[in-house]
Nanobody, 125 residues
Framework: QVQLAESGGGLVQAGESLRLSCEVS????????IAWFRQAPGKEREFVAA????????YYGGSVKGRFTISGDKAKKMMDLQMNSLKPEYMAVYYC??????????????????WGQGTQVAVSS
């Protein structure tokens, strides 16, 4: 059974940092992209970041590039998202997901088969 479990969300002030973690079980970690998406109330789900494997090529959404870093631990089957200089507009539920889709589709949420339950990130101004 494939499971993804996010942790690390919370309430911070603008400019502060948070680190989200995604623990993956039930799949061969190295064969999947692991991505982070976010969804704010009333908005569509948005691609945040992804990596094929720990140490592999990293992909970022335009709004977070330079602020967020995705990193993984193959042994622990974890894929983390370090979020720095948070802004109020980054407030959303953050989800991790896994996919075997081609790199060309890495930003497309519909290509991801397995999803976690999400973790809430709130940023006060």
């Amino acid at each position: 059974q494939v499971q993804l479990a996010e942790s690390g969300g919370g309430l911070v002030q603008a400019g502060e940092s948070l680190r989200l973690s995604c623990e993956v079980s039930g799949l061969a970690f190295i064969n999947y992209h692991i991505a982070w998406f976010r969804q704010a109330p009333g908005k569509e789900r948005e691609f945040v970041a992804a990596s094929k494997r720990p140490g592999g090529t990293e992909y970022y959404g335009g709004s977070v590039k330079g602020r967020f870093t995705i990193s993984g631990d193959k042994a622990k089957k974890m894929m983390d998202l370090q979020m720095n200089s948070l802004k109020p507009e980054y407030m959303a539920v953050y989800y991790c997901a896994s996919s075997k889709a081609a790199v060309s589709a890495i930003r497309q949420s519909e290509k991801y088969r397995y999803w976690g339950q999400g973790t809430q990130v709130a940023v006060s101004s």
